[in-house]
Structures are given as structure tokens and as C-alpha cells.
């Protein structure tokens, strides 16, 4: 159990365009999603927490209107990235929450490389 | 000082050795830890999750968690060369967030 997918796994796009990706929870629900991106031989750095059915919480310094964030179902959330720019080019990982208020677990989706050219 | 600490090694282990991975944390009211894996261009995988004091154990490997000293560890018995990764040590914050320590590159050689 706990198998989070993401959709694309890699997307390779001009400037100036629009990249969704999707991250779905495949075996269980999850109230809350989190989106991270992570640079080459960097750490993972939160962008936002995602919450179903209420309006994303971002992260000092990252762009609420370029990193556009729907949290629809339990299952699924959406990451769109609006005119996309060659210095947007990353590993983006979603995870979704398991389990109670306390325990927490995140499992994390396969990850989507973005490269803009 | 930084939330959650790891050494970033290298740290080198032979083949069929106990690798012996640390982190430790700041925040005292934390209650949740975990430790991840991170193959090189792969998104982190949970492998074990500890609450409490004491150990957990499953199969090769072993968390320990003292929260009195802010410490938490993970042992890595018989390790494998398919063990070579960066192991994440993560702990719960607010709202459920996830703070990561920078990672431990582990290399298990022949």
C-alpha cells in the first residue's frame, strides 16, 4: 500500500509555456499534499502544502500565481507551472499524508523533470 | 543551528558491514521521525518510521529514536551494495511538515 503516482515523469517544453503535472494517491486518501522541488545535488525544498478542497499554503519566496496548486480530490492535486522559464527547470516530487494528525507518514510520487528550453 | 542535522559523508561501509547513519534535531515537542532513501535521480522512499523511544526494528535495518537527547539513528545491518544512497533523516513539524536533514551518502563497497 501507500503508492503515490505522478503524471508526466518527464516534460521537456519551450518558454513561455504551461506545465501540469498531476500527483494522485493510488491506495489510500489523502487530506494533505505537499510540493517539493529539488535542484542537482541539492535537498529537497518545500514549495507548498496542499490541503483538499481549501487554497494551497506556499512557502516564503515561492511564486503563488507561477506555481498554481488545485487539491480537487483526496486522490489527486495538480501542480501547474505558468510560463514556464528555462531557470524553472527541476526535479518536482509530490507526497501525500497517510494516517492520523501525529504520525504523518509521507510517501513520495516518482517525480517529474521539468527542463525548459 | 539547523533543524534537523546529518553528517553529509561519504560514509563507507564494506560489503556485509553494519552501516550506522545519525541525525539530530532541534525542535523538542517534535513526535514523529523518519528516515528516507534517495537513489541518485529517484524521489525519496520511506523505510522506516519510529514515535517512540527505544528501537524499531524491520528486517535489515534498525531506527532509534532518544528524545531526550534529540537523536535519532539508523543502522543498516548486513549491508548491500544496492544500500549505496542518500538516506534522508526527516522529522514532523508544524502543520505536518516535513523538515529534512541535507542527507547521509552512504557507499557500500565490494
Known amino acids: 500500500g501507500a503508492v503515490v503516482s505522478q503524471h508526466p515523469s518527464r516534460v521537456i517544453c519551450k518558454s513561455g509555456t504551461s506545465v501540469k503535472i498531476e500527483c494522485r494517491s493510488l491506495?489510500?486518501?489523502?487530506?494533505?499534499m505537499f510540493w517539493y522541488r529539488q535542484f542537482p545535488k541539492q535537498s529537497l525544498m518545500l514549495m507548498a502544502t496542499?490541503?483538499?478542497?481549501?487554497?494551497?499554503?506556499?512557502e516564503q519566496g515561492v511564486e503563488k500565481d507561477k506555481f498554481l496548486i488545485n487539491h480537487a480530490s483526496l486522490t489527486l492535486s495538480t501542480l501547474t507551472v505558468t510560463s514556464a522559464h528555462p531557470e524553472d527547470s527541476s526535479f518536482y516530487i509530490c507526497?501525500?499524508?497517510?494516517?492520523?494528525?501525529?504520525?504523518?507518514?509521507?510517501?513520495f510520487g516518482p517525480g517529474t523533470r521539468l527542463t525548459v528550453l | 543551528q539547523k533543524e534537523v542535522e546529518q553528517n553529509s559523508g561519504p560514509l563507507s561501509v564494506p560489503e556485509g558491514a553494519i552501516a550506522s547513519l545519525n541525525c539530530t534535531y532541534s525542535?523538542?515537542?517534535?513526535?514523529?521521525f523518519f528516515w528516507y532513501r534517495q537513489y541518485s535521480g529517484k524521489s525519496p522512499e520511506l523505510i522506516m518510521s519510529?514515535?517512540?523511544?527505544g528501537d524499531k526494528e524491520d528486517g535489515r535495518f534498525t531506527a532509534q529514536l532518544n528524545k531526550a537527547s534529540q537523536y535519532v539513528s539508523l543502522l543498516i545491518r548486513d549491508s548491500q551494495p544496492s544500500d549505496s544512497a542518500t538516506y534522508l533523516c526527516?522529522?514532523?513539524?508544524?502543520?505536518?511538515?516535513?523538515?529534512f536533514g541535507t542527507g547521509t551518502q552512504l557507499k557500500v563497497e565490494l
Open positions: 507526497s501525500a499524508m497517510r494516517g492520523p494528525q501525529g504520525y504523518n507518514e509521507q510517501f
Open positions: 525542535d523538542r515537542v517534535s513526535q514523529s
Open positions: 491506495d489510500f486518501q489523502a487530506t494533505t
Open positions: 526527516a522529522v514532523v513539524g508544524r502543520g505536518g511538515k516535513l523538515t
Open positions: 496542499s490541503n483538499e478542497g481549501s487554497k494551497a499554503t506556499y
Open positions: 519510529i514515535y517512540s523511544n
